[in-house]
């Protein structure tokens, strides 16, 4: 192959490198669209069997702080975030947080979350669901549903701790955040707090119907896939078209031209013998 001597050309060899590169680089992005797609699919895959199974105890799936007054316990494992667990207590309602703009079906307002203080007295935050503001705007503190006395019994998903910045004040005699930061809420507690905190799904007694539950949102997985196919396909292309350019330059440097249809209309006619 004589003709594709020139490959070996300071040139040639640059644009295999730089080839190379862009190929390697395709490759390893669509690599980590594939680990986010896996990651999604396991969080979606642990979401549908929080509904399905039975609830377990609380300490089960969230282990339970060790700290003093103002701390939170440490979170729970990625494999227990969605578990349903039943906890029995008795709501604190002097310390109600409200988390600020927060969107269900469209609308912005708050989700509401209630301490639940066990026996042991430690408590888990419970999101006891989502209200629309008052009127006066989204930012209007809403009437919120009395919390029932006594024991309550609840029935939850564990949701982790939301990450990012968590200022957190109190407005008129209620906590307000805009994330849900465990941690930084505990801090405004009088007991320990667990590391995590439930999405209601049940309550005994009932819970009130004026909150909406929280709906949780399936991860977007098949885009992450799409991504993957994407980068693949990118990747396999610079290649492809390394080597049609290659082959177009043997050509040319071989003196190879392509050759049009034959006009046989335009050839002599054959001559007739005498």
Known sequence: MVVYRFLLTPRWLGILALTLVAATVMVLLGNWQLDRYRGRTEVNERIDAGLRMAPVPLREAVPGPTGGSGTAGPAPA???????????????????VLVRGR??????????????????GTAVLVDRGWIPPAPGGATAQPQVPPAPSGEVTV???VHESESGSVTVSRREGRL?????????????????????????????P????????????HANNWQNFG?????????????FGY????????????GATPQGPVDRAAEPAPSTPA
């Open 155 to 157: 029935v939850g998903r």
């Open 78 to 96: 990625e494999e227990k975030i969605w578990t349903r667990v039943t906890v029995t207590g008795r709501y604190d309602t002097a310390n109600v």
């Open 176 to 204: 307000e955040t805009r994330r849900i930061g465990v941690p930084q809420l505990a801090r405004e507690l009088p007991y320990p707090v667990h590391g995590a905190y439930l999405l209601l799904d049940e309550q005994t």
């Open 103 to 120: 969107t269900v079906e469209s609308k912005v307002g708050f989700e509401v979350l209630t301490p639940l203080v066990l026996a042991d």
């Open 227 to 239: 991504y993957v196919v994407q980068w693949w396909l990118f990747a396999g292309m610079t290649l």
């Open 206 to 217: 009932a819970a009130d119907p004026a909150f909406v539950a929280v709906p949780v949102g």
């Open 243 to 254: 080597v049609w350019v290659a082959r177009r330059e043997a050509r040319r440097l071989s």
